[in-house]
């Protein structure tokens, strides 16, 4: 008996039909939203619109709709419908409801950054700035011209994106999700979100790190680490991916919102003294006939006029704008935003705190104590790393020497604690070479009592008889170099046994650090 033949098609074919008509819906509601903005009309299929990209399970669906939300919120946000005064109450009801939409769509944008497709979590970044962007330009439209504005609630959203990493809404209805014993509620950055918001814009635009700064300081001090146990690694994740920071006011020349990069109106008291030496450039010049002589005894200006650029008043008396512009203000968000870490760093199991203070101290010296308004501030973290031991605590070391060499920090027991790192568990540490480079650094100034210096030597000195080869081919020609840099120490090794008293070295025959 033959088969039997149906006309019915198949499951795929269904499911290939659905998706189309999926599709074709998001590209019609676009269209009609497009329109009702320029007639004035109803916007209410946004909803529609939004509910279907919040009940899409294909990842193909969910970024159509996204884009298409997107487009349709340019055009709302262009057209001033959420921002301005309101003219009716009618006006004023619609707005609250388009915020509403907005609001849902940026809260599953945030979710998106978790989501386990790729390209959706790229995706969503994107237009998350991109919004930024526009909502930032409306808010300068409606506003004073003088005055650019930052849609800082919007911004403030995808830090907390970034930094506590909310679950994907779609989730919960993967077909492939994880089991309850194996999901722990990861809110760990992703690294792909995480490079791509760092090279496309903290690291490029000026006006993006400043207020992410800002606002993660703001973030880690109410969210505390028993709340929110992954977000001090994840700030730390983007804070030591920073490469680039400007050194002088000149650098401070890329923005994301375009407005913001026009030319702030001066403080007060700088305009004050501008033109008090305008005044007095006047006076000098009417008098230069009469006191032509006197010019072979003045002082040569101090800076020429083209290199006084940049805003030098007091930061908490600067506006958002004149703080944009101003080095001082870079730098001093950039000081809270490591004092604030810094201490969240410590909290947690010891093996934790070890690693996250492993990386902080791989990139202190150059990319972060260059940068602080007052180096001296985080003293107290770096010295409480030299207990650690190890490679953590030798890098303190490090971080400490850098402090008291270029920043005049007072710090009388740091050969006390270098002295405590000589035993033998250094010779067969991962960066023993590290550490004997780091020793002879600290120990090179020849205006170091040749105490202190006789005691380093004969302790080496006494490590080498026991050491492994591969750490007394580093131990000898290091206590060379000791005794080489610094002559008054020849008398530990050649003593002239006819001279007596002080004059042949007896002062060097006790330890300054022993028992």
């Not at 700064?213 to 880690?220: G, V």
């Not at 401070?252 to 501008?274: H, M, Q």
């Not at 604030?340 to 705190?353: E, V």
């Not at 080498?464 to 008054?488: D, E, Q």
Request: with cysteine; charged share 25%; glycine share 4%.
């Amino acid at each position: 008996m033959p088969a039997r033949q149906t006309s019915l098609p198949s499951s795929s074919k269904k499911r290939k039909t659905r998706e189309d008509d999926t599709v074709r819906t998001i590209q019609d509601l676009e269209k009609q939203l497009t329109a009702a903005v320029s007639s004035g009309s109803s916007l209410n299929p946004l909803a529609d619109l939004l509910d279907i990209a919040l009940e899409a399970e294909a990842a193909a669906q969910v970024s159509k709709a996204i884009y298409a939300l997107y487009r349709v919120f340019v055009v709302i946000i262009s057209r001033g419908l959420l921002s301005g005064p309101d003219a009716s109450e009618e006006a004023k009801a619609v707005r609250t409801w388009l915020l509403d939409r907005l609001h849902a769509f940026v809260d599953f944008l945030s979710g998106l950054l978790k989501d386990e497709e790729p390209s959706l979590k790229i995706s969503a970044l994107d237009i998350l700035f991109s919004l930024q962007k526009h909502l930032s330009s409306a808010l300068t439209r409606v506003g004073d011209a003088k005055q650019p504005q930052f849609h800082a609630s919007h911004f403030r959203k995808i830090v907390t994106a970034l930094l506590l990493c909310p679950p994907s809404p779609r989730a919960s209805r993967s077909k492939k999700r994880k089991t309850d014993e194996d999901e722990s509620d990861d809110h760990t950055l992703d690294p792909d979100v995480r490079d791509h918001f760092v090279n496309t814009w903290f690291s490029v635009h000026d006006d993006i790190r400043w207020f992410f700064l800002r606002d993660s300081a703001i973030l880690i001090s109410k969210h505390p680490y028993s709340e929110a146990p992954q977000l001090p690694g994840n700030l730390l994740s983007i804070l030591e991916r920073l490469t680039t920071f400007p050194t002088k006011a000149a650098e401070l020349n890329s923005w994301w919102v375009e407005e913001l990069g026009t030319k702030p109106p001066k403080p007060k008291k700088a305009a004050d003294d501008d033109e008090d030496e305008d005044e007095a450039a006047q006076s000098s010049g009417d008098a230069t006939e009469e006191d032509d002589w006197r010019k072979f005894f003045d002082d040569p200006p101090a800076k020429p006029a083209e290199e006084k650029k940049g805003i030098t008043a007091r930061v908490h008396t600067l506006t958002i704008h004149q703080s944009l512009h101003s080095l001082a203000a870079h730098k001093a968000v950039f000081t809270r935003a490591w004092l604030a870490l810094l201490p969240q760093l410590s909290l947690g199991s010891l093996d934790r705190t070890k690693a996250y203070s492993l990386r902080v101290l791989n990139v202190l010296h150059r990319g972060v104590i260059p940068h602080l308004t007052r180096p001296i501030l985080i003293m107290d973290w770096v010295s409480s790393s030299v207990d650690h031991g190890g490679t953590v605590g030798l890098l303190a070391l490090n971080a400490l020497f850098t402090l008291m060499k270029e920043y005049n920090l007072d710090y009388p027991s740091f050969y006390t604690r270098l002295y405590a790192f000589l035993d033998r568990d250094v010779l067969h540490l991962k960066h023993r070479a590290r550490f004997f480079r780091l020793t002879e650094l600290f120990l090179s100034s020849t205006h170091l009592p040749a105490t202190i210096v006789a005691s380093f030597v004969k302790r080496l000195s006494r490590l080498s008889l026991n050491a492994p080869p591969a750490a007394v081919v580093m131990l000898i020609p290091f206590t060379y170099n000791m005794l080489r840099r610094h002559p008054a120490l020849m008398a530990m090794i050649h003593r002239n046994e006819e001279l007596t008293g002080a004059d042949c070295g007896s002062g060097l025959r006790a330890d300054v650090f022993g028992p």
